[in-house]
Structures are given as C-alpha cells and as structure tokens.
C-alpha cells in the first residue's frame, strides 16, 4: 500500500508511528511543513526503506516564514521529494495570497532548475492559482495534486497539464471527492490519508488506513479491492521511475 501523502512528523510518537510502518511494509511519503521540520523527521528515517521524507514549507504557515523558502531550495539538492507545498484560496489566508503564489513559483523554478522534483501539492480554493503557475514553469518535475477539491473544470485541465493525484479515504467519503475521483485517470492516481489532519471515523488517520481509499476506488474503477491496490503500486513505480 502506498500513503502518498502523511505528516508522520506531527503524530504525538513519530518514532513509535516509524516502527509500526516498517512491519506493515507501506511505502510513505513523509511530507513536511517548514524546513526544520524535514531535518528532524530526515534523522528519523535514516534507516528507513519505505519511507521517503519530503521537504515543503505549507502554504498556511507562509505568512509568517515566507522567508524560509529559500532553506527548502537550498535543501531540496537533497531529496527527490517536496511537499507540502501549494497555495491556499480559504478567505482567512486572503492576506497571504500573492506572498504564497511567489513561495510557490520559487520552489517550481528551483525544482525545474535542480532538473525536476515530485512535489506534493495543496491546492484548497487556488487550483486556478495552481495550475497556471505549473504550466508557467515547465521543468518542474511531477505534480501530485493532493486532496484536490477544484471543480471538474479545473480537473480536466489539471489532466491536460500532466498532473497527478493523490486521493484519501476523507476525500472518497463525500459526494464531491467521489465525482471528482471518478474523472481521474486510472493510471496517475496514488492514495493518501493527510494524517494526522485528516480523520477517519474522529480518529486521525494513519497510513494503514489508505486501505479504506482503496476499497473506494476499487468501487469506482469496478475492479476488486487487491486490483485495485495492485493498480496503485504500479501508478507508484511509474511516477517514481
Ligand atoms: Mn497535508
């Protein structure tokens, strides 16, 4: 299984969260928030083989540490991994708004200079914003939209600049998430849980639970659950090459 998306750094024992992944054998995408925070969890993962730590700079926090952008490009030589990065439209980010658009295009043309990353995308309410700043820095890697919740207008041109998408079992439990989940393509979508922000059932969800995200696209995609799960691997392998 693959959790595409997951803040292991922000679970109350991240060392006890670590242990626990490397029995259940799923490959992670460890994603970060600032800079510091990738230092930290990179010397947790050390001996990790499934776990791969991404360095972002959340689009939420860039209010008040835009200046960090500049440590994420300088570290981003080391790892072929970023995120969480992105941009966010929610009104009391209004403020922020161009100053994350500006973080965002810095790290795109750092990815496409350093010749290309796989970067975990936040787009909550900016997927226009998104979207015009990817196809304005071709080079920049592989884009993995998260969570993405835009119409299915902006889906459709997501699809046509390339994107791919990482779905959890929070986005397929509502109406909209499904639909939009439905239009995706087969092949360029991964699953994710975004805990522990994300909760299943009031509980943070942890990476063992994107079999719950598998069992509604194998729903979607009329196929069965380990099918489907094997159809996520293979999406994986080819996004990472
Ligand atoms: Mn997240």
Request: glycine fraction near 8%; include cysteine.
């Amino acid at each position: 299984m693959i959790d595409f998306h997951c803040h292991i750094d922000l679970f109350p024992d991240p060392s006890a969260l670590i242990k626990e992944l490397e029995v259940t054998g799923i490959y992670v995408l460890a994603v970060t928030t600032t800079p510091k925070s990738w230092g930290h969890l990179q010397t947790l993962l050390q001996q990790s083989k499934r776990i791969r730590c991404a360095i972002g700079l959340h689009p939420e926090l860039v209010a008040e540490r835009s200046r960090e952008v500049e440590e994420v490009c300088a570290l981003m030589s080391e790892t072929r991994y970023v995120g969480e990065v992105g941009i966010d439209g929610s009104p009391n980010l209004r403020s922020s708004f161009e100053l994350q658009r500006e973080v965002f295009d810095r790290v795109l043309k750092q990815s496409s200079s350093l010749g290309g990353k796989i970067l975990s995308i936040h787009s909550r309410r900016a997927a226009p914003a998104v979207l015009d700043a990817l196809s304005d820095q071709p080079g920049y890697g592989s884009a993995v939209l998260h969570w993405f919740s835009g119409t299915q207008k902006e889906l459709l041109r997501a699809i046509e600049l390339d994107c791919w998408f990482s779905v959890g079992p929070a986005m397929l439990c509502s109406e909209k998430g499904r639909l939009l989940a439905e239009k995706m393509p087969m092949h360029k979508i991964l699953t994710e849980t975004d805990g522990p922000f994300a909760q299943l059932g009031g509980i943070p969800a942890k990476p063992i639970d994107v079999s719950v995200a598998e069992a509604a696209l194998a729903a979607i995609w009329k196929v069965s659950p380990k099918q489907a799960s094997e159809q996520i691997l293979q999406n994986f392998r080819c996004l990472i090459g």
